[in-house]
């Protein structure tokens, strides 16, 4: 009933910046809160960011000061703006997003994932 489209990823040089965007789509009743997550090879997924749908926000230390991450709750929009990257930021990237959608009469509250976009980032 819901679908997560991401875009912006690549391959930059470090020191470089790169901008994602995750679109949700679908039966949306509400969206509350929508985040990143980031997958390195041989490494578990991780906690980039979040943002409540009153736009509170939190990061992973490590990328504290030199990611943002920000919502147009109009457009269902999460967007990830990424400075000042470093090797070591590379890794798959996945939009996540806790959403309310309508079913039948009524409501029902699920988690979604996107199909993940690569950030590749050469020293």
Same mark, same amino acid.
């Given at each position: 009933? *819901?679908?997560? @489209?991401? #875009? =912006? +990823?690549?391959?930059?040089? %470090? ?6 965007s995750? $679109? ?23 906690? *980039?960011?979040? @943002?409540? #749908? =009153? +736009?509170?926000?939190?990061? %992973? ?7 943002? $991450? ?31 959608y ?22």
């Amino acid at each position: 009933q *819901v679908q997560l @489209v991401e #875009s =912006g +990823g690549g391959l930059v040089q %470090a020191g470089e910046s790169l901008r994602l965007s995750c $679109a949700a789509s679908g039966r949306i009743f509400s969206i509350n809160a929508m985040g990143w997550y980031r997958q390195a090879p041989g490494k578990q997924r991780e906690l *980039v960011a979040t @943002v409540t #749908s =009153g +736009g509170s926000t939190n990061y %992973a230390d490590s990328v504290k000061g030199r990611f943002t $991450a920000s919502r147009d709750n109009t457009k269902n929009t999460v967007y990830l703006q990424m400075n000042s990257l470093k090797p070591e930021d590379t890794a798959v990237y996945y939009c996540n997003a806790d959403v309310t959608y309508s079913v039948g009469v009524g409501y029902r509250t699920s988690e979604y994932w996107g199909q993940g976009t690569q950030v590749t980032v050469s020293s």
